[in-house]
């Protein structure tokens, strides 16, 4: 175990420091930086007014903008703004502003061209600052809605679609609603029944849903648009599904850009590579290959996914192999262009290409401890003690070798350390600034260079605010229920590396022994990312401390291993923004396809801005102009988390601590996933932040988790090996495990769709301003409230949907429920909805409760006749023995009469039992294995028969 010496603590949980604005990295074609656009004021507009967009890339006035694809005046335009004039001439609604350089590359942001206020659509429609305040559309209003509005099959086969339509007329008032529908193309794909041209004029409310199947004949993408228009207002709502056909859906995949560690090679060289690719979509079991390719050479670096010769982590479906590349050849800037390339069914499908370029400057920066600045640094009256030779520059992809030798040159400095990737210089100046006001000059200066995006100083800063700790036991993990992870846990236990950006972890915790991969140690320098804080340890059993071994806590997963890197020292102290971009990259590199970062910085020109301060004291700058000077950090950062995500992976980050709406940095970074922070209520915590930029939410109130004993971390304050800790640090690990368990359950999904999922799942807290609300983990790998209109984790024949309603019929969970019908087709006598789902290790029982209901317009004329239509819920397991669930016949069902129903292929008069709840503990004999529920409404051939079900758990307590 490493030591530090012995001096006054108080334990650090989460991070202080500030900036304000995003940089994700790309690779610049032709030279030119593209523009990236992260703000647009004001976002509503009419023609004629003047807008400004900020980002970056604005630098030049050759820009071109356009506004639903009309040009744009462009008024003036400097490094981060644009202000430019709404063309005439435009249609008011929702578009896109869209810059575009001379390079042809492009950046777009939402914007509100202004019109008449519009009811319902979520937009400022007129620019008066309020959305939807005509909200409450007239009472005559038509409701439509089309389930699945997305999905995928084969050119052989035939797949259905549904409608529901709504209608509310004032009392005694006598309506008429049309409904329209096309297909575009408009050839390839047709639909049966044809329901273009239906009319329906109604006095009363009234319901139904029109279903058709749909039978393709061309491969292709449609959209099918459906609308109904009030004929006496012309009031209209429309739907739009889309519809993909190919050839062979269950074999595609789709293969990301491979990594390389490093990322960076040396000139004249031979050395080892870790080379990785990540794989996702249905054709994954399918793999017999996957291999890098040098499009040069046409070498080929074959990759495993067996947990050997550099894959850390077995059956995950990220690939990696260690392999020495020779550079012999080659020079300073010359470049491999790579991809990764996988083998389904002897079809080869490629990733995008990814340079592996050479350098002639040393590869990664040199640490630089925090006692090393503090003895031989400048103090500062507000901030950190600062290096005195040592600082950092920023330049863009365009800038040659030629030109950063210049740069260096001309401040009589040298390169110590590199990270051409993203364009990040070490410096060390070789004749030693007299004070503190000549160094921040020299780095002023630098500023000014028009090849320097930015430059800083280098100084460790605290990445961690304090954690708070209740009385040593081992109490009730509250958290477990509240997400529902012990639900999932039945069928998904989660089996991605998950990488810990941290503090390190107690590589000897009993509850972590054997979950622990030694990553790297950015602090130290080594490979030996232990724990002297407390706070990574923590981190690290929320996501994975062992789980049913009879010793402490569980983690949120079982099988997931935990990929230790450490980036902060035993105060929490970081060397600033460098250490854990450093860190971010190393874990996407190793195979991590999940990384949890429980730390950063906000946007505070005193902590992540100390050199904007700095200028800010000895008049360089006016005060209150910090926004260009703490770009750096950010800029940074934001290219490690874009690195790993455009290579199919995510980063979930804690939002930070303070209690306000200030942005955290990594969290808020474009394509992380921020984390807030909910109570055992579901109420926001005090402590947590919040605001339209934070995705989701999970418990971090209270969290149990490991943490090291005093023994073995001279600097930890306790001594026991668990405790309690409030913060978003403990609620981003909950959601990076459930991440992980999404994972196990669905591996063919992208790293977008999991995040999708977890946040179309997640449990709605109105008010809060948490993002999607409080995660739901069994919602997310069961989808048991039919809350996904795609049913993604369903299969299903015949008519089955998703609803909002039925005439008066709610859902009993959330905003949607389940239905299942015979129809349209006279084939299609029934209506099945299966789930298919492997139990889990250890398993005996699995206990069930959901909530159905059965209506049918054979009540009351057809009771009792051979017209016995029916429903069935079952459990099948994989030796083929059946539980039934629930079971439902016309002719013996009790039917009440509801109004306000009708089917297209019935009568007029409806009943239905009412919802009736089943709750049983199911024994899995069988062991083992795959099991199947399936929900089948089945009877005759006309559609006049649904089942609702909503609200399935593996849960009979509640």
């Not at 007329?169 to 309506?175: A, M």
């Not at 989660?494 to 602090?523: E, M, T, Y």
């Amino acid at each position: 175990m490493k030591s530090t010496k012995n001096s006054y603590y108080k334990l650090l949980g989460y991070g202080v420091f500030a900036l304000s604005f995003s940089f994700p990295h790309e690779v610049f074609a032709e030279g030119f930086r593209p523009p990236s656009v992260s703000s647009i004021m004001p976002a509503c507009g009419a023609p004629g007014e003047e807008v400004t967009i900020s980002g970056y890339g604005f630098g030049a006035m050759n820009l071109d903008i356009s506004v639903s694809g009309a040009g744009a005046e462009i008024l003036e335009a400097t490094g981060h703004d644009a202000l430019f004039v709404i063309p005439a001439e435009i249609n008011p609604g929702m578009t896109k502003v869209i810059a575009t350089n001379p390079g042809g590359q492009t950046g777009e942001i939402d914007f509100q061209v202004k019109g008449t206020e519009i009811c319902g659509n979520n937009f400022d429609d007129d620019c008066d600052g309020s959305v939807d305040e005509i909200d409450a559309c007239p009472s005559e209003a038509v409701t439509l809605d089309t389930s699945p509005s997305s999905q995928a099959f084969a050119l052989n086969k035939k797949k259905n679609i549904a409608t529901s339509l709504g209608f509310a007329p004032p009392s005694g008032s006598s309506y008429t609603v049309n409904v329209s529908q096309t297909i575009t193309p408009n050839n390839g794909l047709s639909a049966s029944p044809n329901i273009n041209g239906l009319s329906y004029t109604k006095s009363s409310k009234f319901s139904t849903v029109l279903a058709q199947e749909l039978t393709p004949s061309v491969e292709g993408e449609y959209t099918i648009i459906t609308t109904a228009t009030i004929a006496q207002t012309g009031q209209a709502t429309t739907t739009f599904a889309k519809v993909r056909v190919a050839s062979d859906i269950q074999s595609e995949v789709k293969v990301f850009s491979p990594l390389a560690s490093p990322n960076t090679l040396s000139v004249n060289s031979s050395e080892p590579v870790l080379l990785t690719a990540s794989v996702a979509g249905k054709g994954q079991q399918f793999i017999s290959d996957v291999f890098v390719r040098d499009l040069d050479s046409l070498a080929t670096y074959s990759l495993s996914d067996n947990g050997l010769n550099g894959d850390l982590q077995a059956d995950d479906f990220v690939f990696s192999g260690q392999f020495t590349i020779s550079t012999d050849g080659k020079g300073s800037g010359d470049c491999f262009n790579i991809l990764a390339v996988a083998v389904v069914n002897g079809i080869e499908t490629e990733s995008e290409p990814r340079k592996l370029c050479l350098t002639k400057y040393p590869v990664g920066f040199k640490i630089i401890s925090e006692d090393e600045i503090e003895q031989n640094g400048f103090t500062t009256s507000f901030g950190p003690t600062v290096s005195k030779d040592i600082i950092n520059i920023k330049v863009g992809d365009s800038t040659t070798e030629e030109q950063i030798d210049q740069i260096i040159s001309g401040i009589g400095g040298e390169i110590i350390g590199s990270r051409p990737l993203f364009g990040d210089y070490q410096i060390k100046l070789l004749t030693t600034p007299g004070s503190l006001t000549e160094l921040v000059w020299i780095v002023a200066n630098l500023q000014e260079n028009p090849e320097i995006i930015a430059a800083d100083l280098t100084y460790y800063g605290n990445m961690l605010q304090s954690l708070s700790s209740s009385d040593p036991y081992l109490g009730d993990q509250y958290y477990l229920s509240k997400i529902r992870v012990d639900e999932a846990w039945y069928i998904a236990r989660g089996n991605k590396l998950v990488a810990v950006v941290d503090s390190g972890v107690d590589l000897d915790h009993s509850d972590l022994v054997g979950q622990i991969i030694n990553g790297k140690d950015f602090v130290d320098g080594d490979m030996l990312p232990d724990d002297l804080n407390g706070h990574g340890t923590h981190v690290a059993g929320i996501i994975g401390a062992k789980t049913d071994n009879n010793l402490g806590i569980s983690g949120v997963v079982w099988n997931s291993k935990i990929l230790a890197v450490r980036v902060l020292n035993a105060f929490g102290n970081a060397p600033y923004y460098n250490a854990l971009a450093d860190g971010i990259t190393f874990s996407a590199e190793a195979g991590a396809k999940i990384i949890n970062v429980s730390g950063g910085f906000t946007a505070d020109a005193k902590s992540a801005g100390l050199l904007c301060g700095l200028k800010e004291s000895l008049g360089i700058i006016p005060e209150g102009n910090c926004l260009e000077e703490v770009k750096a950090a950010i800029t940074t950062v934001c290219q490690a988390v874009e690195y790993i995500t455009s290579s199919g992976g995510m980063v979930v980050a804690a939002s930070g601590n303070s209690g306000g709406i200030d942005k955290h940095y990594p969290a808020a970074c474009p394509t992380a996933i921020a984390v807030a922070a909910t109570d055992s209520n579901d109420a926001r915590a005090s402590f947590s932040q919040y605001g339209p930029w934070v995705d989701i939410a999970a418990p971090g109130e209270e969290i149990l988790s490991t943490f090291p004993a005093q023994f073995t971390c001279n600097r930890c304050i306790f001594d026991y090996d668990y405790f309690f800790a409030n913060g978003t640090s403990q609620a981003s690990p909950i959601v990076a495990g459930a991440a992980s368990v999404v994972w196990a359950r669905s591996p063919e999904l992208t790293a977008s769709e999991v995040e999708e999922r977890l946040k179309k799942s997640a449990k709605p807290l109105p008010g809060a301003q948490v993002g999607a609300g409080r995660i739901d983990v069994f919602e997310a790998v069961f989808d048991g409230s039919f809350e996904d209109k795609n049913m993604r984790l369903w299969d299903y024949d015949g008519t089955v949907i998703t609803v909002l309603n039925l005439g008066d019929i709610t859902p009993q969970d959330l905003d949607r429920m389940g239905y299942a019908s015979t129809g349209p087709a006279g084939t299609q006598t029934s209506g099945t909805l299966t789930q298919r789902f492997q139990v889990q290790e250890g398993v005996s029982a699995i206990p069930i409760s959901f909530k159905y209901a059965f209506i049918s317009e054979e009540y009351p004329e057809w009771v009792g006749t051979q017209f016995n239509d029916s429903l069935t819920i079952k459990l099948k397991a994989p030796n083929g023995s059946v539980t039934t669930l629930a079971n439902e016949t016309i002719n013996s069902a009790q039917f009440s009469p509801i109004s306000g129903i009708d089917f297209p292929g019935g009568d007029s008069t409806v009943g239905w039992t009412g919802w009736k709840s089943v709750s049983m503990e199911v024994p899995i004999s069988a062991g083992q294995g795959e099991y199947e529920i399936q929900l089948e409404d089945a009877g005759d051939s006309i559609y006049d028969t649904v089942l609702l079900i909503d609200r399935i758990k593996f849960d009979t307590n509640n």
